[in-house]
């Protein structure tokens, strides 16, 4: 092959992995933003809409911990077809169906897809950007927070316009189908694995050395993360009175940030040294969180968002840069616990609003984000202990 076709290889695939996180960040917030009026129209309770979207996380959670073996024995062309296809059964049935268990079942299927396209965008980065993962997928992830930006601003105009929020949801197919079409076209890299792995031997291959570390750290940052992204509304809502539009704002005012800080934080992370730039990050959303939470000052809670920003992408860019065998199934567990920490983040808030108040669950966060920072700070001490050994 050419030179000339192996940069267009590059761009495109390139381009289809950042599309990935656009539509997974717009999929994936457009549920937060219609919850209120989903649990209006089906009369449901706080508890009852946290189940709903448990299943989402639980389908996430398989999902990546099956994709990253998937990835090493079929290749990452079928992990991120099957991500496509997944989104676009769960998202038809989401925006169809009226039952609690039918709209579980829905967004079961739809954590299928995103937890695919968890593990298929990131491990196509890491393969094709050697030298500037960290920039890579620090940049990808900037498309994840327009999507998520994009999601309650849309739905905000919508709901100013009297649509509902099925209908909403419906419109994400538009672009499910527009991204099928184009992987099934493009030639994804091959693994670079010798040998598939199989279910046996996670435990040896995943858990070595400092990587446990690493899941607790990915998991209360996902809990922390997910659980704001989707209680947010409800919060700025019902507990302090404000209206749908200036709420949905504030959830696009977060991924703004979010987005934002990805873009800068891409450039700056390489310095100041992965682990470093992570913890100083997760300190920062510790104190917006409670200041956003406990004050007046409600735009702290979106404000989060920057600090926010980097987390996610550049532990995954530490993990890979520490683990360089059976790199896609390493991944796959990482993204396994980014999973679980989306059932175990928005679930507990969900049902600490149901038993003691709305104010008490959605402050669980600050719990979450602090057990974040701990566990950064221990992979960061470890780590700087072994530089000076």
């Known amino acids: 092959m050419s030179n000339s076709n192996n940069k267009t290889t590059l761009i495109l695939l390139t381009a289809i992995c950042f599309f990935a996180f656009l539509l997974f960040g717009i999929t994936d917030n457009l549920?937060?933003?219609?919850?209120?009026?989903?649990?209006?129209?089906?009369?449901l309770d706080y508890g009852t809409g946290g189940n709903i979207f448990f299943s989402q996380y639980v389908g996430f959670l398989i999902a990546t911990l099956i994709t990253g073996i998937l990835a090493d024995r079929f290749g990452l062309k079928l992990v991120i077809v099957l991500a496509g296809i997944f989104l676009a059964i769960g998202v038809a049935g989401y925006s169809s169906f009226s039952t609690?268990?039918?709209?579980?079942?829905?967004?079961f299927i739809v954590g299928m897809g995103l937890g695919a396209f968890e593990l298929g965008p990131n491990a196509v980065i890491v393969s094709l950007y050697h030298e500037q993962k960290g920039l890579y997928l620090n940049l990808m992830a900037v498309m994840h927070g327009l999507g998520s930006m994009i999601a309650p601003l849309f739905a905000g105009l919508l709901f100013s316009m009297d649509y509902t929020w099925r209908t909403i949801y419906r419109w994400d197919l538009f672009l499910v189908a527009i991204f099928i079409?184009?992987?099934?076209?493009?030639?994804?890299?091959k693994s670079e694995e010798k040998a598939a792995l199989d279910f046996r031997s996670i435990p040896n291959v995943a858990f070595k050395r400092q990587m446990?570390?690493?899941y607790a750290a990915?998991?209360?940052?996902?809990?922390?993360e997910i659980g704001l992204a989707s209680w947010l509304v409800v919060y700025l809502q019902d507990q302090r009175g404000m209206d749908a539009v200036f709420s949905n704002n504030s959830l696009a005012l977060f991924f703004g940030l979010l987005m934002i800080g990805r873009l800068i934080g891409g450039f700056v992370v390489k310095r100041l040294g992965y682990l470093r730039s992570i913890l100083i990050a997760s300190l920062f959303g510790v104190v917006s969180i409670i200041l956003g939470i406990f004050t007046p000052?409600?735009?702290?809670?979106?404000?989060?968002?920057?600090?926010?920003?980097?987390?996610?992408p550049t532990i995954t860019a530490s993990v890979s840069d520490s683990e360089h065998e059976n790199i896609n199934t390493i991944l796959g567990m990482l993204f396994t616990f980014s999973g679980l920490g989306g059932v175990v983040g928005p679930w507990l808030m969900a049902w600490g609003s149901e038993l003691?108040?709305?104010?008490?669950g959605f402050a669980i966060v600050i719990l979450l984000s602090a057990l974040t920072s701990v566990f950064i700070f221990i992979l960061y001490e470890r780590n700087q202990h072994g530089k000076s050994s």
Not at 100 to 107: H, N, V
């Open 31 to 43: 549920k937060g933003s219609t919850l209120p009026a989903m649990l209006a129209e089906l009369n």
């Open 100 to 107: 609690p268990f039918l709209l579980s079942a829905s967004l």
């Open 181 to 189: 079409l184009t992987s099934l076209l493009l030639r994804f890299p």
């Open 212 to 214: 446990p570390l690493y």
């Open 218 to 224: 990915m998991l209360f940052y996902v809990a922390a």
């Open 297 to 312: 000052y409600t735009f702290f809670l979106p404000l989060t968002g920057f600090f926010f920003s980097i987390i996610f």
């Open 356 to 360: 003691f108040g709305l104010q008490v």
